[in-house]
């Protein structure tokens, strides 16, 4: 074969090892974990705002605000994702704990996204509902966000999340192995052109 036909053959095969472990690759990450937060309301101090991304579902790990939340004047947590990030799913979650007086406590809320703290835009409304009802998960497409804010607008008790979750599609932390294989057959198909041009030198 000649040294065209070995460029041309190895070109092919790095292109094919880079497409296709991209889509192999394709994976979901939760961008809201550990994110910063904030609210418009002190938190209770053993219930700050950290507590509801910290990817921890037990009760003793909730955002508590000292107080109701209502339509007119709501509670809101608010979570920098820190980048534009296209959303696939949002997940709220409150937890209940062992103790039945807290069962069947709820948080009326209304979830706004933003793209730049400044426009916001409602995605969802609803109830959740300790032991009976405390998950919901909204799926979302053709979102994208920066911003998420849970705003407490009414309910039984003070305003709490137990946690949030936002999921991505496109923000796999994992280096992808494509890279690395990439330059590796780079390395070779240098090694080889180089090894053909002396040995077509030394001829
Ligand atoms: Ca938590």
Known sequence: MSDKGWIVGWAAVVCATFMAPRVAMASVVNVALSADTSSNRAALPSFPTSKAVDGDLSFESRWVAPDFGSESNPIWLKVDLGHLYPIQEVGLYIPDGTDPFYFGWYVDYRLYSSPD??????????????????????????LSAKYLRFDAVGGTHWAHLGEITVLSPEADPVPEPSTLVIWSLLGTLGITVGWRRRRSSAA
């Open 117 to 142: 703290d400044i426009s916001w835009t409602q995605i969802a409304d609803g109830r959740l509902i300790t032991r009976d009802d405390p998950t919901d998960t909204l799926v979302l497409a053709g």
